[in-house]
């Protein structure tokens, strides 16, 4: 019996390979990883049976193995008629914890011992995998296991990932498992692979490889097969053009390619650059490179768009707070939409993984005398204070050590809000900033290098008599945000008529007046003090460094318009946050850029709703080591800053023109609508910035070709604030009209483009369903940027 409910019986024996009883493919792939005399790896894949935790009912026990691929777990449960079977990839995973470490596993996974209990974490949308083992030992040598996995495959050079996606395509296409391929098995590979071959070509390919002439491809056939489809034509010309007719660059030529776009030439580097990428060890110590290895250069990190430098913590972060973009996220509790969707812990896990430095808190009475947080006067379902705070102290500073800010929307009454404080108190310790650093009244806001390891609290205080004799603190927070609550209230009024929920289902236990702040919980306000918003003027001739606003995006809209300059002004002294309309029903977002051109750093938005605007927050804080804090351009950091964001015009910005020259891509993945058919690619460069650089270009479509389509395509951009412009790169199939559903894209800032570099890699969109499938070593197509 297991928690009161009696385990099903069933065979000890692992469940058996479906297939038509061929051998296995040899484990070449954890050969070359060094793991097949790994203990840990030999459990694996030998397989164990694993209880799946969902809830506290269904429990199922399933077997997992891993394969021989080195990179695919097996899943399979057994019937009495049927096996359901799902694979899932190391590549998918983003974090492997032990013990009762997720939010399921606490609530659900008590009638196991925790040592027992792991959890798989994924990247995108997809929810955690809560697991079981049978035994402490099992448990720990998965856990082990997968953490390896993850390590090596994180490890590989591009060489690595291309042959273990070759052999998983052959995997899969060999239908019988004889490690043997008809020309059938070729032809659905080809389609697997998302490229429209004609059949006759495809059959003098097939002939050419098939050195035994017995219409089966055997292993080493099929990776000369895979290798003349794989032939990169554009790349071999572009060597071509500079190694001459031996057909091999020395270093002085590479320096002469180098120089052509734009980077570093001297032979020092170039020297460098073969000896890191060069395949051929006998090519190495002739100081040559080949043309394999100059693919490989160019499709690696050091070849990227990204600039690397800009990859680690690079900027000047000894200045105010407010001469930042703070990574910031609105509703973080929320999995889905505002009315109904689920609150969950691990929505602050996930944004503080991604880089987010300022989450909300929307507290409310709950029962017990133990604050809860959820979307008030919603369906959303809740989750204790106590629980985020206990997933704050543990999560906050593991992927950055900058400055954390709890947004604080309180509802509580006297006496839970002196529990949130006890609880903030006793689980944060010392990360908890209680007092200014230097005990003094600021008189300008320390840095993210000061505060560094410190979570800050946002909220109202109680008027201090002697500072603010008008009580002008205390006023409600935002006049702004009340006319929005209403008009919200209204709205959900409305829903609730609609719907067959009681009204008593939604209500919160108990509404308590929140202008009733204790002592305790304003003291805890030391740097984020939320005052209301009168008028620029007022703000910018009484209001102190450590008061800050928060403003709709319609109020921060109408203040852009109409005194655009003024509200950059105000940003280079204070700390402004902006967040959506309430009533965006299913949590969509508005355009963060508008903000950010007028120097807002606190740039509220919901990370649950996967679309452009989530894209362009990720590529403004890709860079400077994805800390979250992004220094300001200097035109929007000086107090007598003349810019205005509506217009681009002032004394800081300094055109520049933009060349992007699409080439060619490969490997693109299929749409999750069109897996029986084969995209149509082309490739779109958006700019986002001010107004006057906003702009969309795009190639023409390749019919049928996600393969290695070809375009040889120059897009031009006159940038006329590039300080400020982020550019987004969409891989997008041409039957597809959906914004959200297309084959890829990245962005990021134009003051990191790397000239000359490629766009070896495009994301599917963070959150989407289709996230789970990652891109492998895409195109390439190089930038070009001049006064």
């Not at 996930?350 to 979307?375: K, Q, T």
């Amino acid at each position: 019996m297991i928690c009161g409910w009696r385990k099903k019986s069933r065979p000890e024996q692992p469940p058996q390979d479906g297939g038509g009883g061929g051998t296995r493919r040899p484990d070449r792939a954890l050969k070359k990883m060094g793991l097949t005399d790994d203990e840990d790896i030999k459990v694996m894949l030998k397989g164990s049976f694993l209880w799946k935790i969902k809830s506290r009912r269904r429990k199922k026990e399933r077997f997992y193995r891993l394969q021989e691929d080195g990179l695919t777990i097996l899943s399979e449960r057994c019937f009495k008629r049927a096996r359901s079977k799902q694979i899932f990839s190391i590549t998918h995973m983003e974090a492997v914890r032990e013990g009762c470490q997720s939010e399921g596993l606490r609530k659900h996974g008590r009638c196991f011992p925790e040592t027992w209990c792991l959890t798989i974490v994924f990247k995108g949308r997809r929810k955690n995998l809560d697991l079981a083992a049978r035994s402490e030992e099992e448990a720990k040598r998965w856990a082990r296991g997968l953490k390896k996995l993850m390590a090596k495959v994180e490890a590989m050079s591009q060489r690595e990932k291309l042959d273990h996606w070759i052999h998983d395509i052959l995997h899969r296409a060999d239908k019988n498992k004889d490690n043997k391929m008809s020309f059938k098995e070729i032809k659905d590979m080809l389609k697997m692979i998302n490229i429209d071959m004609n059949d006759i070509y495809a059959y003098q390919l097939f002939q050419e490889c098939d050195k035994s002439s017995n219409d089966r491809l055997e292993e080493h056939e099929i990776e000369e097969f895979c290798t003349l489809l794989m032939k990169r034509p554009e790349l071999e010309e572009l060597f071509h053009r500079y190694s001459g007719q031996d057909l091999v660059l020395s270093a002085k030529e590479l320096g002469a390619f180098l120089q052509d776009q734009g980077e570093a030439a001297d032979l020092a580097h170039a020297h460098r650059i073969i000896q890191t990428y060069e395949l051929s060890e006998k090519a190495k110590q002739h100081d040559r490179m080949m043309l394999d290895g100059f693919m490989m250069y160019l499709l690696s990190a050091a070849g990227d768009i990204l600039n690397q430098e800009h990859t680690n913590v690079y900027q000047d972060m000894s200045q105010p707070l407010c001469h930042y973009f703070i990574s910031t996220s609105h509703n973080t509790y929320l999995t889905d939409n505002q009315i109904g969707g689920a609150s969950s812990t691990e929505a602050y896990i996930r944004a503080f993984m991604e880089g987010c430095r300022c989450v909300e808190l929307d507290c409310w009475e709950g029962s017990n005398g133990e604050p809860i947080i959820y979307h008030g006067h919603t369906l959303t379902s809740k989750i204790l204070f106590r629980d985020v705070i206990e997933i704050i102290r543990d999560y906050a500073f593991k992927h950055s050590s900058y400055p954390v800010i709890l947004s604080l929307e309180n509802h509580c009454g006297p006496e839970q809000q002196v529990t949130m404080v006890r609880h903030m108190k006793a689980i944060l310790g010392d990360m908890l900033l209680t007092q200014t650093l230097d005990g003094q009244v600021p008189k300008e806001l320390p840095s993210p290098e000061q505060l560094k390891g410190k979570i800050l609290v946002k909220g109202k205080k109680l008027p201090d008599l002697v500072c603010d004799p008008e009580n002008m603190s205390f006023l409600s927070d935002n006049p702004e945000e009340e006319e929005e609550e209403e008009e919200e209230e209204r709205v959900l009024r409305r829903e609730r008529r609609r719907s067959s929920h009681s009204l008593q289902e939604i209500r919160p236990p108990q509404a308590k007046d929140a202008a009733q702040l204790s002592q305790e919980l304003s003291d805890l306000v030391v740097y984020c003090q939320a005052v209301p918003f009168q008028s620029l003027e007022q703000a910018l001739r009484s209001q102190q460094p450590g008061q800050m606003s928060s403003f709709s995006e319609r109020k921060a809209r109408k203040l852009i318009k109409e005194s655009g300059n003024g509200l950059v002004r105000y940003n280079a002294r204070h700390l402004s946050r902006i967040y959506p309309l309430g009533l965006k029903m299913n949590s969509s977002n508005y355009n963060p850029q508008e903000m950010w051109n007028a120097g807002c750093q606190l740039v509220a938005l919901n990370f649950q709703t996967p679309g452009w605007e989530m894209d362009l927050n990720h590529g403004r804080f890709l860079v400077n080591g994805r800390c979250g804090y992004v220094l300001k351009p200097g035109f929007l950091r000086s107090h007598q800053a003349s810019f205005d964001p509506e217009s681009g015009r002032g004394p800081g910005p300094r055109a520049t023109l933009l060349l992007v020259k699409v080439i060619t891509a490969q490997q693109l993945p299929k749409l999750n609508n069109k897996k029986s058919s084969i995209v149509d690619p082309f490739v779109r460069v958006e700019i986002h910035g001010v107004r006057a650089d906003c702009s969309s270009k795009q190639t023409e479509y390749k019919l049928n070709n996600g393969f290695n389509p070809r375009w040889e395509e120059t897009l031009s951009f006159q940038l006329q604030v590039p300080e400020l412009a982020l550019v987004r790169f969409v891989v997008e199939d041409y039957d597809t009209t959906s914004c959200n559903d297309f084959v890829g894209q990245f962005t990021l800032p134009f003051t990191s483009l790397r000239e000359g570099g490629c766009l070896t890699g495009a994301a599917r969109p963070p959150g989407a369903e289709s996230a789970v499938v990652p891109v492998l070593p895409l195109g390439c197509g190089s930038c070009s940027k001049g006064p």
